[in-house]
């Protein structure tokens, strides 16, 4: 049985609601009619996908299954979408996307110079988006700082560095030239806790250090602005650390932290010849960074990290 994309539309958009007069409104159309396309739906999938009465509607079994199987199919559709407009429309393009600290000019200068008639574009991302910007399309490629979910993704390991703990410049542990984890038990972290596992995970580590809920920050220049305000403390790659050096903030090693893996990575049905070349471009750039390196000391696994 072929999945019909529009239903399966109208159901995440139920699934995320838990509501069908919200997500009807969400998706511009009429309840009724989206209440008999759900119903539609689950006849054809011959499952029950939500328990609704007058008061809830809830996912089964079944609905929460298709709704972590639905998003990356549909994300897949979209980027399918962009990549046959960005054909139609004239120019080919190859976008490339990075998180802040690493630095892409090399390669970007690479590729462009293999094919003169590309035009090659470059964006930031950050840590929310830094998978999806390929899942959906608007990014070929996307050098990605793990963890992330790997879900309709493929991925090319490239380099390492050492992570570091940013703090106000007053802070106790701010002359210190190493710390350990358990020095940063009682501190607030100020990002996502899943980036950074081995805090999360600390044992008697209280539930909320801090009275008040986490800040939602999504740049770095959010979280050092918090930081230098004595609002807590992130944990950043040594390149992100340095790039963004400034007078109130002091960043500090973690002698217990593991260093940070970056990936390449694209969508796994992306099968364009230009994604694989870039991956081999990147993957001898990262090997030749790590070489020169050999004779060196410190940080990271690749020169040109800001």
């Given at each position: 049985?072929?999945?019909?994309?529009?239903?399966?539309?109208?159901?995440?958009?139920?699934?995320?609601?838990?509501?069908?007069?919200?997500?009807?409104?969400?998706?511009?159309i009429a309840q009724p009619v989206l209440s008999r396309q759900i119903r539609a739906f689950e006849h054809e999938l011959r499952a029950e996908l939500f328990v609704r009465d007058r008061r809830s509607t809830v996912l089964t079994e079944a609905g929460r299954q298709l709704l972590t199987d639905a998003r990356p199919l549909l994300a897949s559709a979209e980027a399918l979408r962009r990549r046959v407009q960005r054909a139609v429309h004239g120019r080919p393009t190859f976008t490339i996307a990075f998180?802040?600290?690493?630095?892409?000019?090399?390669?970007?200068?690479?590729?462009?110079?293999?094919?003169?008639?590309?035009?090659?574009?470059?964006?930031?991302?950050?840590?929310?988006?830094?998978?999806?910007?390929?899942?959906?399309?608007?990014?070929?490629?996307?050098?990605?700082?793990?963890?992330?979910?790997?879900?309709?993704?493929?991925?090319?390991?490239?380099?390492?560095?050492?992570?570091?703990?940013?703090?106000?410049?007053?802070?106790?542990?701010?002359?210190?030239?190493?710390?350990?984890?358990?020095?940063?038990?009682?501190?607030?972290?100020?990002?996502?806790?899943?980036?950074?596992?081995?805090?999360?995970?600390?044992?008697?580590?209280?539930?909320?250090?801090?009275?008040?809920?986490?800040?939602?920050?999504?740049?770095?220049?959010?979280?050092?602005?918090?930081?230098?305000?004595?609002?807590?403390?992130?944990?950043?790659?040594?390149?992100?650390?340095?790039?963004?050096?400034?007078?109130?903030?002091?960043?500090?090693?973690?002698?217990?932290?593991?260093?940070?893996?970056?990936?390449?990575?694209?969508?796994?049905?992306?099968?364009?010849?230009?994604?694989?070349?870039?991956?081999?471009?990147?993957?001898?750039?990262?090997?030749?960074?790590?070489?020169?390196?050999?004779?060196?000391?410190?940080?990271?696994?690749?020169?040109?990290?800001?």
């Open positions: 049985m072929d999945v019909d994309l529009r239903k399966l539309r109208y159901f995440v958009a139920v699934a995320e609601e838990l509501h069908f007069g919200r997500a009807a409104a969400r998706l511009r998180m802040p600290g690493v630095l892409v000019t090399a390669e970007a200068r690479a590729i462009g110079q293999r094919h003169p008639d590309l035009a090659v574009n470059v964006v930031r991302t950050s840590w929310d988006d830094q998978a999806e910007i390929v899942r959906e399309g608007r990014a070929d490629v996307s050098y990605v700082r793990l963890p992330v979910d790997q879900r309709g993704l493929r991925l090319r390991p490239l380099f390492t560095e050492p992570r570091v703990v940013v703090l106000p410049t007053d802070h106790r542990l701010s002359g210190k030239e190493s710390v350990d984890l358990t020095e940063l038990v009682e501190e607030r972290l100020l990002q996502d806790p899943d980036a950074v596992p081995e805090w999360r995970d600390l044992p008697n580590r209280p539930t909320d250090p801090d009275s008040g809920p986490r800040p939602e920050l999504n740049s770095v220049e959010e979280k050092l602005e918090h930081v230098a305000a004595s609002a807590g403390m992130v944990i950043l790659p040594l390149s992100t650390a340095t790039f963004y050096t400034r007078p109130d903030v002091v960043h500090v090693s973690v002698a217990d932290l593991g260093h940070n893996q970056v990936c390449l990575a694209w969508a796994e049905d992306n099968q364009s010849p230009l994604v694989h070349e870039f991956v081999e471009i990147a993957a001898r750039q990262a090997r030749q960074s790590h070489d020169r390196r050999q004779g060196g000391s410190g940080g990271s696994d690749r020169e040109g990290l800001a």
